[in-house]
């Protein structure tokens, strides 16, 4: 699994920024999430920005302050970005869309991401990502949640600032405004709230019309042993390493590196917007590799350095042998 998050989209798009026609007049975006890598292209070239339909209707977005720098000149090249290109299908709808004004424009196709199979359907592409991907931007709103385990506290709401086990805590439960509101049925919730509670949860989740299967809850008589008992990561970690579920989202960096360690499945923490699965060696080679292919000059800087470092610990430890053995035949 393959989590991509806003930042590495934006840093995507900056370190290869080469490779988009620079004498583009115009960046349109394929919406939703076609708008957002649209945006950042149309800000670090400083070109005028639509959304398709705007566009074939002949409207083009109103610039800031930035826009008085933009060059007013007669559209005829268009760069037509959507975020991610798995099957082809959007890009191809657009693409349809566009047919009558190919003799009037020029269009350059474009994604940041796509797959083996979707790069045909494309002009400029960033990056091959093959795995199961999840991003950032829409995980909440993807048809994989349908198969995930969700923490409470700290995802579907915020964490509460008191737990007095009693009626500030009861205050919360009826109170609390949602954090991120998935719009498809999570398949368990597993949270650490007391089962006493289940009546005030399942009120507010039915409230905010947050969906799932199941609730498990946990079955304590209070806060002070829960406190005591303190197992909250294995907890969920084991129900987890028990389902067909493929994805736990969970607050807590800390919980979330337990249920990943005993479930030896992948979490998703919204504490640090990692996704925690492989060990750190494992995840240190993917970051070099990743730097590798986005930024070789830092990659050959990086190898460059570390040769160095390995050189000097070899010079020291044999300088130290070799003041060793003089000492030693002085004696």
């Keep these: 699994m393959r989590y991509v998050t806003i930042a590495e989209l934006s840093d995507m798009i900056r ?22 890598a649209a945006n950042l292209i149309a800000l670090y070239l400083n070109k005028r920005l639509s959304d398709i339909d705007s566009f074939i209707n002949g409207n083009i977005f109103e610039c800031g302050e930035r826009g008085k720098y933009i060059e007013k000149v007669n559209v005829r090249k268009v760069l037509v970005i959507d975020d991610s290109v798995g099957s082809g299908s959007s890009m191809t709808k657009a693409k349809a869309k566009l047919a009558s004004l190919t003799s009037k424009y020029d269009f350059v196709f474009a994604s940041p991401i796509v797959t083996t199979l979707g790069e045909k359907y494309v002009d ?10 999840v991003f950032e931007w829409n995980i909440f709103h993807h048809s994989i949640i349908e198969n995930c385990c969700f923490d409470i506290d700290g995802v579907l709401c915020c964490n509460p600032e008191e737990d007095d086990d009693g009626k500030k805590y009861e205050t919360f439960l009826k109170e609390t405004k949602p954090l991120f509101a998935p719009s498809v049925t999570i398949d368990s919730l597993v949270t650490c709230r007391l089962e006493k509670y289940r009546r005030q949860t399942e009120e507010w989740l039915h409230r905010n ?21 303190g197992k909250h990561g294995e907890y969920k970690g084991e129900y987890y390493k028990n389902s067909d579920c493929q ?11 337990i249920i990943a360690r005993v479930s030896n499945k992948p979490v998703l923490c919204i504490e640090t917007n990692e996704l925690l699965f492989v060990s ?48 030693n035949l002085t004696k």
């Excluded at 400029?124 to 991907?133: A, L, T, W």
């Excluded at 299967?213 to 209070?222: A, E, F, K, Q, V």
């Excluded at 070789?296 to 800087?301: A, D, E, G, R, S």
């Design 15 to 36: 370190h290869n920024l080469w490779k988009i026609p620079h004498d583009i007049d115009l960046v349109v975006g394929i919406p939703r999430s076609g708008l957002m």
């Design 124 to 133: 400029v592409f960033f990056e091959v990502i093959d795995d199961n991907r």
């Design 209 to 229: 019309k947050i969906t799932y299967r199941n609730l498990i809850m946990l079955n304590l008589p209070d806060k002070y042993s829960r406190d005591t008992w």
């Design 247 to 257: 994805l736990f989202i969970e607050s807590s960096y800390y919980e979330a590196s």
């Design 280 to 327: 750190s060696e494992t995840k240190f080679k993917k970051t070099k590799r990743r730097i590798r292919k986005h930024i070789p000059h830092t990659y050959q800087l990086m190898q460059r350095l570390f040769t160095l470092f390995r050189q000097g610990v070899q010079n020291t430890n044999g300088n130290l042998k070799k003041k060793m053995v003089r000492k």
